[in-house]
């Protein structure tokens, strides 16, 4: 691909290509799994933070980054470099990113509690604005990549397919970390070495991205104007609300997932066994929900998938410790068929649900779009992950405390938050999916009446 944003691109972006895109959530993903999967009880155990203070550490930073996502995207959509809106904010934000990363896992040394939570949150907000500055635009890409509805469902597979890898060399961080000698000097070495991966994709992602030219349109109206306009969007209201209810389930069982294996369960070993297994299933299961998405249509793939999961979160409950490794293992693998619908469908949809913000108003408004929804999704993320630190807390959990000293009532709390929880918030991703109202016909509609108001004879190609 070109790396001149005013050229014509290619109508479709070939598997090498996809594959390499990919890439850039990889790295975001890397992130997010390190801190929904490790930094809680980073935070508990080495940071020298309590549980709460370590939940409000993450809720600020969530916040931070939401709040900055709409801004984000709005900058994108405005502006205007001989790279396009958007790719070359991959090359600005890359190298920060990276080095941000790798400070969150410092343990400065510092004396008092208020002084290492400063500290923590300092850096960790800095992670934050460095990823909202490469992912927004990485994210409001896809639609203008790809548009059509199956070679959406194409990208996004291939996309989720490398930040389901992302999480696997988060847990690889882990790995690293106790081979290095386990301490909190090994996981710094291991930080820095994570983050050299993190900042080194964004070149090939820049190389082989591209932005069509026919996208670049005047502004017809302000900030809050198309904020306001966004609100009233039904279809989007109704992506919005299945992605942040999945999502927040996702947080949980990110956040609770280490905690589970190692106080519930009680075999802390088996953590990085189930979650390796679980990625592993996570990306054989893509492609069949592909196949079965080009057969059917989005909303009803998304349903299907993610009430199994739920399905499946329930009877996460009711594992014992005394239960034999391979039932969880067995469980784990359940899970990840449905789980690898969450992501990949809703990101998908967000393109047609752009296509309809287009027809309204004849503006391609993807930033503000995708700003918007990773706004939503990380404030409530941030909230859900907080209330469960606030929530063990009460409950009396000490991550500085053996699994032996842990009270009954902390270990129940560990237990619900990892498997009652995100199946509630999963079920109500799924009524609300039901009303949704753009599938493969409502597109098709879509595509074409834009094309006739642009003098052209059919939908325009992916």
């Not at 996809?18 to 999967?37: F, P, R």
């Not at 958007?86 to 969150?104: D, T």
Request: charged share 15%; proline share 4%.
């Amino acid at each position: 691909m070109q790396a001149d944003a005013s050229a014509a691109p290619r109508a479709r972006l070939s598997a090498a290509s996809k594959a390499v895109y990919g890439l850039g959530d990889h790295t975001v993903n890397l992130v997010l799994s390190a801190a929904s999967l490790l930094y809680l009880a980073f935070l508990t155990e080495y940071g020298g933070l309590r549980p709460a203070l370590a939940g409000i550490v993450i809720l600020i930073a969530h916040t931070v980054d939401a709040v900055t996502g709409p801004l984000m995207g709005r900058l994108s959509d405005l502006t205007r470099s001989r790279f396009g809106r958007r790719r070359g904010y991959f090359l600005l934000g890359a190298v920060p990113f990276g080095v941000a990363f790798a400070l969150m896992w410092a343990t400065p040394g510092l004396a008092s509690e208020a002084a290492r939570f400063g500290y923590y949150l300092a850096v960790y907000v800095v992670v934050s604005l460095a990823m909202t500055c490469v992912s927004v635009p990485y994210l409001a890409l896809i639609p203008e990549m790809a548009t059509d509805y199956d070679e959406r469902i194409s990208l996004n597979t291939y996309r989720t397919v490398a930040a389901v890898l992302g999480t696997f060399a988060a847990v690889g961080m882990k790995e690293l970390a106790d081979a290095l000698g386990g301490d909190a000097a090994a996981w710094q070495r291991s930080a820095w070495i994570i983050g050299a991966w993190i900042a080194l994709p964004w070149l090939p992602v820049w190389a082989v991205s591209f932005e069509r030219p026919d996208f670049v349109r005047p502004a017809q109206m302000g900030f809050v104007e198309g904020a306001k306009l966004l609100v009233r969007h039904r279809s989007y209201r109704k992506l919005v609300g299945l992605f942040l209810f999945a999502r927040i389930a996702v947080d949980l069982i990110g956040a609770m997932f280490l905690l589970y294996f190692s106080y519930w369960i009680g075999r802390e070993g088996d953590f990085s066994i189930t979650l390796s297994l679980f990625l592993t299933l996570v990306v054989l299961a893509l492609p069949v929900w592909l196949r079965i998405a080009q057969r059917s249509d989005k909303r009803t793939v998304f349903i299907i998938g993610t009430l199994w999961w739920a399905l499946i979160q329930l009877a996460i409950y009711f594992a014992l410790p005394s239960w034999p490794r391979w039932s969880l293992f067995a469980i784990t693998g359940l899970a990840a068929i449905g789980y690898a619908v969450a992501d990949v469908m809703p990101w998908s949809m967000l393109g047609e649900v752009i296509d309809e913000d287009e027809l309204a108003t004849g503006e391609r408004r993807e930033g503000v779009y995708v700003g918007f929804f990773m706004f939503l999704r990380k404030l409530g993320g941030g909230i859900a992950v907080a209330g469960v630190g606030f929530a063990l807390d009460l409950c009396g959990f000490d991550g500085a405390l053996p699994r032996e000293q842990q009270g009954p009532l902390a270990l129940s709390a560990i237990r619900v938050a990892t498997s009652l929880m995100p199946a509630v918030f999963l079920l109500l991703a799924v009524w609300i999916a039901r009303g949704y109202p753009l599938d493969r016909a409502a597109h098709d509609r879509i595509r074409l009446a834009i094309a006739r108001r642009a003098g052209v004879g059919g939908s325009s190609g992916g």
